[in-house]
């Protein structure tokens, strides 16, 4: 009944469904990772909130080269790792970091190095402040930092790609995104390869600073497509064998509807004698 299969047609037919419903699995198992790597992120950011913060030394190595380099990234498992750290802002080093959106605001993050004992130094995200009248790129007046030792309680973030050019405006430095390898080649000490998103400061920040929030990664997106991938690869599946079950019942006449008599072409019947 089912013996049509092996033919050169069906056979290349079911290669391709195999093929296509490998792929989908395929794309599905990669969603699947991306779901449980955003799921990981989202559960660091949540413990980072809750942690009590340990030693900067405990989430960073510190810089072991000289001024203007950055030391090494953070291991993954400790990013958003909640960190406490004392050292003296240096104001005239102060980034503002432009097009940065909060509460549907375009503005600057600011961030400020601060200087430990040892002569390294860690970027602090000390908050967000809109711009000055004029357009979103115009130039804010930042806050001043606090002088003298400032202790710092933040948690710890990872590098931005795609940072662009530093320039510097108006004594200030500007960028596009936080690359900290870049702007380290701006500054005079060794910088850790991670900057801190502050959460706590002593003496306490000022408060034209708004906190940055901190998105969660929309893993349930990725699981979504997840489902969808591995749906269609039963679909596939299932077309096939529906499609094949169909050709063998045709094949067998199960299931059609016979032919209607033509009566005109009978014969016609004789009077009897």
Same mark, same amino acid.
């Given at each position: 009944?089912?013996?049509?299969?092996?033919?050169?047609?069906?056979?290349?037919?079911?290669?391709?469904?195999?093929?296509?419903?490998?792929?989908?699995?395929?794309?599905?198992?990669?969603?699947?990772?991306?779901?449980?790597?955003?799921?990981?992120?989202?559960?660091?950011?949540?413990?980072?909130?809750?942690?009590?913060?340990?030693?900067?030394?405990?989430?960073?190595?510190?810089?072991?080269?000289?001024?203007?380099?950055?030391?090494?990234?953070?291991?993954?498992?400790?990013?958003?790792?909640?960190?406490?750290?004392?050292?003296?802002?240096?104001?005239?080093?102060?980034? #503002?970091?432009?097009? %940065?959106?909060?509460? $549907? &605001?375009?503005?600057? /993050?600011?961030?400020? !190095?601060?200087?430990? +004992?040892?002569?390294?130094?860690?970027?602090?995200?000390?908050?967000?402040?809109?711009?000055?009248?004029?357009?979103?790129?115009?130039?804010?007046?930042?806050?001043?930092?606090?002088?003298?030792?400032?202790?710092?309680?933040?948690?710890?973030?990872?590098?931005?790609?795609?940072?662009?050019?530093?320039?510097?405006?108006?004594?200030? #430095?500007?960028?596009? %995104?936080?690359?900290? $390898? &870049?702007?380290?080649? /701006?500054?005079?000490? !060794?910088?850790?390869? +991670?900057?801190?998103?502050?959460?706590?400061?002593?003496?306490?920040?000022?408060?034209?600073?708004?906190?940055?929030?901190?998105?969660?990664?929309?893993?349930?997106?990725?699981?979504?497509?997840?489902?969808?991938?591995?749906?269609?690869?039963?679909?596939?599946?299932?077309?096939?064998?529906?499609?094949?079950?169909?050709?063998?019942?045709?094949?067998?006449?199960?299931?059609?509807?016979?032919?209607?008599?033509?009566?005109?072409?009978? !014969?016609?019947?004789? +009077?009897?004698?």
């Amino acid at each position: 009944m089912y013996r049509f299969l092996l033919s050169p047609r069906w056979l290349g037919a079911l290669a391709l469904t195999l093929v296509a419903a490998a792929v989908m699995v395929f794309l599905g198992n990669w969603q699947l990772d991306r779901y449980r790597g955003r799921t990981e992120v989202n559960e660091r950011i949540d413990a980072g909130q809750r942690m009590a913060p340990v030693p900067l030394a405990d989430a960073l190595r510190a810089p072991a080269d000289g001024a203007g380099t950055a030391g090494p990234a953070p291991a993954e498992d400790k990013v958003w790792t909640r960190v406490t750290v004392t050292g003296r802002y240096d104001p005239t080093n102060t980034v #503002l970091v432009r097009g %940065r959106t909060v509460d $549907s &605001r375009v503005g600057f /993050e600011v961030l400020t !190095p601060l200087v430990l +004992a040892d002569g390294t130094a860690v970027l602090v995200d000390r908050g967000w402040i809109p711009p000055a009248p004029g357009g979103a790129t115009a130039q804010p007046s930042v806050p001043a930092a606090p002088t003298g030792d400032v202790t710092v309680v933040g948690r710890v973030h990872e590098t931005e790609s795609g940072a662009g050019a530093v320039a510097r405006r108006d004594g200030l #430095l500007e960028i596009r %995104r936080i690359g900290v $390898s &870049r702007l380290a080649g /701006e500054l005079p000490y !060794p910088v850790y390869g +991670a900057y801190l998103l502050l959460d706590e400061q002593t003496p306490a920040a000022d408060p034209a600073f708004k906190a940055v929030p901190v998105g969660h990664a929309n893993n349930w997106q990725n699981f979504g497509y997840v489902v969808q991938w591995w749906l269609f690869a039963v679909m596939a599946l299932f077309g096939y064998g529906w499609v094949a079950r169909r050709e063998a019942r045709r094949a067998a006449g199960i299931g059609t509807t016979p032919a209607p008599l033509d009566r005109a072409a009978e !014969p016609t019947p004789t +009077a009897s004698a």
